[in-house]
């Protein structure tokens, strides 16, 4: 009896990989085994920098509110600890945007804190 081999579905998920590594250099985009690792390890790189991101954009969002803070005289963490005293419920996100995208507003936010 003739060994069975299911070289459809080996075939799909050769192509599978080998579209993934679309783009990359040299070997890693023709050669079947080393575009498998490499394909593993974008993923690895995809998964964990999913998750910095959120860092990264919650650290640039504290910069420019300190920045446009820091333009009216109060520093960062005195004026969220004064948002959260009057209840002013703001995330970072919004109080970046409108610092950058109307300043007139964001003075107006400082002002009441500080009040």
């Known amino acids: 009896m003739s ?6 579905a080996a075939r799909r998920r050769r192509k599978k990989i080998l579209k993934a590594a679309k783009g990359y ?10 575009a498998k690792d490499q394909v593993e ?8 920098d999913r998750r910095a991101k959120k860092r990264t954009f919650r650290k640039l969002w504290i910069t420019r509110i300190n920045a446009a803070c820091r333009t009216f005289g109060v520093s960062y963490s005195v004026f969220i600890n004064k948002l959260s005293d009057k209840n002013i419920d703001l995330n970072r996100k919004v ?8 300043p007139g507003a964001f003075e107006q936010l400082v002002k009441e804190v500080t009040a």
């Not at 060994?3 to 459809?8: C, I, L």
Request: charged fraction near 30%.
């Open 25 to 34: 250099r040299l070997g890693k985009s023709r050669l079947y085994k080393t």
């Open 95 to 102: 109080l970046a945007d409108l610092a950058i995208k109307n």
């Open 3 to 8: 060994r069975a081999m299911n070289n459809v």
């Open 41 to 48: 390890k974008s993923w690895q790189y995809a998964y964990r």
